[in-house]
């Protein structure tokens, strides 16, 4: 089996109201999977660049980068034609500071956009990794 590398990049979009901190979560594969916007790296692009468009893509939102949070690893195969292919990826994930938009612009490759207050949105994210983001993302904000 082929084995390739991939290096992917998203963000964990927040904003601050009514005294707490809310971020944004997107629902794929038939709106069963709740998880944090990400995608791949394109030619030419830095990773923090990859973070703001596939923010904006998946999400419909524009955020500041605030700095990196950490990068998550693992393996998957996908079948394709010719055999299957097996791919090590990568994906850093940035704190982003929502400065505009809105969800319900996210793009088609995603069934839902919404905010959730960020406790909610570690018991709704589908993967482990992605819920050690969101507390290492709680202690970058200083919440208690």
Not at 31 to 41: F, H, Q
Request: charged share 35%; proline share 2%.
């Amino acid at each position: 089996m082929r084995t390739e590398r991939q290096i992917s990049s998203g963000g964990v979009v927040f904003r601050r109201r009514n005294g707490q901190i809310d971020v944004v979560l997107i629902a794929v594969k038939e709106g069963r999977v709740w998880c944090l916007p990400k995608g791949l790296v394109e030619k030419g692009e830095n990773i923090a660049r990859t973070a703001h468009r596939e923010v904006k893509e998946e999400t419909g939102l524009d955020g500041k980068i605030i700095k990196l949070i950490d990068n998550i690893h693992y393996f998957y195969a996908h079948k394709e034609e010719g055999g299957t292919t097996r791919y090590f990826k990568i994906v850093y994930f940035f704190l982003m500071e929502y400065t505009g938009g809105d969800v319900k612009d996210h793009d088609l490759e995603v069934v839902d956009c919404k905010w959730f207050p960020i406790d909610d949105a570690i018991e709704m994210v589908e993967y482990k990794d992605e819920k050690g983001l969101l507390l290492k993302a709680i202690e970058m904000l200083k919440l208690p």
